[in-house]
């Protein structure tokens, strides 16, 4: 050790804590898990051009619905019904991860950016 340098005091003691973090981040892991079996089931909707377009989709982002006013399909283009679902599939995905984010937010209070890496 270099001259003058001592040994923080207390790591010992953080070794000690090891055995309760273990327990915390394993209880943390479980509630991930019923967090993220839970988002299976919660729905989230999309709808574009007033109503028009309907998406509905899980907080795993798979779709469950897709509405379509028939009157749309009389007066429509391909091309501006092609618009109206992107925009409501979009807009869907985007509702989707929100409620995600927000659902695992409140178990990893925050850490959820940092480890979205991992796949969590």
């Known amino acids: 050790m270099a001259k003058g340098y001592n040994k923080p005091k207390g ?10 973090m273990a327990n915390q981040f394993q209880q943390m892991q479980e509630q ?20 028009v377009v309907k998406i509905t989709m899980t907080g795993h982002q798979e779709v469950r619905a897709v509405s379509i006013e028939p009157d749309i399909l009389e007066d429509a283009d ?7 679902l992107l925009s409501a599939f979009n ?4 509702k989707s991860k929100a409620l995600q984010e927000e659902r695992m937010g409140a178990v990893t209070g925050g850490l959820q950016g940092m480890m979205g890496g991992l796949g969590l």
Not at 11 to 20: D, E, H, I, T
Not at 32 to 51: C, P, R
Not at 91 to 94: H, I, K, N, P
């Open 11 to 20: 790591l010992k003691r953080g070794a000690a804590n090891q055995p309760n």
């Open 32 to 51: 991930m898990a019923a967090v993220q079996e839970a988002l299976g089931e919660e729905l989230v909707e999309a709808t574009v051009g007033g109503g």
């Open 78 to 84: 391909a091309e501006m019904l092609q618009d109206l």
């Open 91 to 94: 807009s869907a995905l985007e």
